[in-house]
């Protein structure tokens, strides 16, 4: 059984089919009227959000809420941290506090294994700096399944800036598993050295690359992570690797269009594309929520068991 949720490599592709079919029937109850099932009825969950967030952190507490699990969050500001406490005192009050899962986002790669081995409760990573995202690549596979019907076989472009990005990192393992193409798109400055050892192609020619692709899968730039210039203005950097109304007639009729969020519309992708009918963004943020009520009930019950629904 899954105990911890700490990158992607830690779910093998019949794994990653159990979670999107638990998925699939958490998704139907969060259209009910009441949205809410017992399953995880004097479960305790913890969110230690470290960085900032609002889908991820809000995601996770609706999933835990739906799931009748008990929900605390604890955000830099507000905890012990921000008076010097370190991140392993941190844990062993989590833990004196019988948590059964502890969701993590942190600025430092490698901070939810820091916790694995710190603690006994279960660890999802909910984003460890540029490192790894699993439940946003989990989330994004489980759009794609629902609007092409499939994964295998597809050819995706992951476009903008890989460098500091945890969620492409994620996704290149996630679609590689499930048998598709993962091409990279962005300039060679945001393009990690030796990236192609990932088992993905890199172009830096993103015109040429979307009118062969079946998805194009748009990043934020993150301005936070960049203590210096990596390209020489945002308007360049939007007239070659933005995805606008222009660039999309190039691209196949049904091309899917999505993005993680937050996003910096006019930079990465413009307000029109966001409205177009290929573009699957609001229903990512949808099926954010049941995925992770998936991931947590294969980390608390398994996914073996019949679901208590
Ligand atoms: C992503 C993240 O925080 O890694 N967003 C998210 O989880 N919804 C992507 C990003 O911040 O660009």
Redesign the pocket.
């Known amino acids: 059984m899954l105990t911890n949720l700490l990158s992607i490599n830690d779910l093998d592709k019949d794994e990653m089919e159990q979670i999107f079919k638990t998925a699939e029937s958490f998704k139907e109850v969060t259209t009910r009227e009441i949205k809410k099932v017992p399953t995880l009825r004097g479960r305790t969950i913890v969110n230690l959000f470290l960085e900032p967030?609002t889908?991820?952190r809000t995601s996770f507490e609706l999933a835990a809420k739906r799931l009748s699990a008990d929900v605390v969050n604890i955000s830099a500001k507000s905890s012990a941290l921000a008076k010097g406490e370190s991140l392993e005192d941190t844990a062993k009050t989590i833990e004196a506090m019988n948590a059964d899962i502890v969701v993590i986002r942190h600025s430092a790669p490698g901070s939810p294994l820091l916790l694995a081995h710190l603690i006994k409760c279960g660890i999802i990573n909910a984003?460890d700096g540029a490192h790894e995202?699993p439940t946003?690549a989990l989330l994004d596979l489980f759009t794609v399944r629902e609007r092409k019907g499939k994964i295998k076989g597809l050819k995706v472009a992951i476009v903008g800036d890989i460098l500091h990005s945890?969620?492409a990192r994620s996704n290149i393992l996630a679609f590689n598993k499930m048998g598709a193409k993962v091409v990279l798109v962005g300039p060679p400055t945001l393009m990690p050295a030796g990236i192609e050892l990932m088992d993905v192609e890199v172009s830096y020619d993103f015109d040429e690359t979307i009118k062969k692709v079946d998805m194009v899968y748009m990043?934020?730039i993150?301005m936070e992570r960049q203590s210096e210039s990596f390209f020489p203005s945002l308007r360049e950097y939007s007239s070659l690797f933005g995805l606008n109304l222009e660039r999309i007639k190039l691209a196949k009729e049904n091309v899917l269009i999505m993005h993680?969020?937050?996003m910096n519309r006019g930079i990465e992708i413009t307000s029109e594309v966001v409205s177009l009918p290929q573009a699957a963004i609001n229903e990512q943020v949808a099926n954010g929520v049941a995925i992770r009520m998936a991931v947590l009930y294969h980390l608390l019950i398994g996914g073996e068991e019949k679901l208590a629904t």
């Open positions: 967030s889908r991820t984003g995202h946003q945890r969620v990043l934020r993150q993680p969020g937050p």
